[in-house]
Nanobody, 112 residues
Framework: VHMVQSGAELRNPGASVKVSCKAS????????IHWARQAPGQGLEWMGR????????KYSRNFQGRVTFTADTSSSTAYVEMISLRSNDTAVYYC??????WGQGTQVTVDS
């Protein structure tokens, strides 16, 4: 099982970012895809998850309204989009499958 994420992103405050996570080696619709992030010097923070089979989502209260999860079953790729970025959104963002496989992480830096 492999989870491969898109590359590092640099954004200005107030902008949006979309990170992808391409899965392979298993049936994409058989596991939830979760998203988490780790800010500098902080622990891992769970953001929520999507069920690729039906698109059902669950968001952590801390991200509700500012984050959207989507999944494209034709390409076995999940996405997280975050709007209204702030400097404290600077973090490494991870996807992981319910089976326990993790992406390599995507650095998102928000800086004016």
């Amino acid at each position: 099982v492999h989870m491969v994420q898109s590359g590092a992103e640099l954004r200005n405050p107030g902008a949006s970012v979309k990170v992808s996570c391409k899965a392979s080696g298993y049936t994409f619709t058989s596991n939830y895809i979760h998203w988490a992030r780790q800010a500098p010097g902080q622990g891992l923070e769970w953001m929520g998850r999507i069920d690729p089979e039906d698109g059902g989502t669950k968001y952590s209260r801390n991200f509700q309204g500012r984050v959207t999860f989507t999944a494209d079953t034709s390409s076995s790729t999940a996405y997280v989009e975050m709007i209204s970025l702030r400097s404290n959104d600077t973090a490494v963002y991870y996807c992981f499958a319910g089976s326990g496989s993790w992406g390599q992480g995507t650095q998102v830096t928000v800086d004016s």
